[in-house]
């Protein structure tokens, strides 16, 4: 079976109020379809968690959004722009959205302010003194100002995260997508990337989340969806869909990671 290319599909104009609006989304890798039609939106504001087993396809959605992964099928908004468009301004698009892995991906031979200022002085063609002031005023957001003369080797894994967000926040995002931001820290490290998450929610931000943090979904998240198969099975606020989940799949998994 061959891959289908990305051709029209019946959907809408971006919906109105919407940061992020996913249409139809279809991705093959090769013979694999990972993604199967995904309809779905985050709106301004809005914190939107999503969950689910290994392999169902959260992250490869979160990469599609911003190009990571290119679509094969089906159409993507960010703020109106249509990113699937051939034409779009990748960069600018991507300038507009802060991205945090898994993996920290700071750069190890620089120091911390040096890594939060180096995209703002290429991509955004700020001045040092300018990036050095919003790396600085970002650093304190995420309680590391004593930090920005270390190198990410003398970090703990929570330090490096939190330095990774003040990254993304460095370039003045629009919206925020975190790919299991704890995964790959330590359990008592946890707590510390989770606080300045929740402080960024509560400041308005947009943020799209995979997740495998259920308290954090039930006591942040705006949205909870629950992917598996590359399929959304349901959806709704994090509260009932936690405590009443109405599909027998939701249930499985919830029993397994409550």
């Not at 990571?68 to 699937?84: H, M, R, S």
């Not at 190890?108 to 919003?134: D, F, G, W, Y």
Request: net charge negative.
């Amino acid at each position: 079976m061959s891959s289908p290319t990305n051709t029209s599909s019946p959907t809408e104009p971006a919906r109105a109020g919407a940061a992020i609006d996913v249409q139809q989304l279809h991705k093959y890798f090769g013979d694999n379809e990972v993604l199967k039609g995904i309809d779905f939106h985050v709106d301004n504001g809005q914190v939107v968690c999503v969950v689910g087993p290994s392999g169902s396809g959260k992250s490869t959605l979160l990469r599609c959004v911003t190009l990571l992964e290119t679509p094969t099928q089906g159409k993507i908004f960010v703020e109106g722009v249509e990113v699937t468009d051939p034409d779009v301004d990748i960069d600018r698009l991507r300038s507009r959205i802060g991205m945090v892995f898994q993996q920290f991906n700071l750069f190890p031979h620089m120091t911390v302010l040096r890594n939060l200022c180096v995209a703002q002085q290429k991509v955004r063609k700020l001045s040092k003194e300018q990036a050095v002031a919003i790396a600085r005023e970002n650093l304190a957001k995420v309680g590391l100002s004593e930090k920005e003369q270390a190198y990410p080797a003398h970090l703990s894994g929570g330090q490096q995260q939190r330095v990774a967000i003040a990254r993304a926040l460095s370039m003045q995002p629009q919206l925020m997508l975190f790919d299991e931001p704890t995964s790959a820290l330590d359990p008592e490290l946890v707590g510390e990337v989770l606080a300045v998450m929740k402080e960024l929610a509560a400041e308005g931000m947009t943020m799209m989340v995979v997740t495998h943090e259920m308290g954090f979904a039930r006591e942040v998240g705006d949205k909870l969806v629950f992917m598996d198969g590359g399929v959304i099975v349901e959806e709704g606020a994090p509260a009932e869909v936690l405590s009443n989940p109405q599909q027998e799949r939701t249930r499985a998994f919830l029993s397994k990671v409550l």
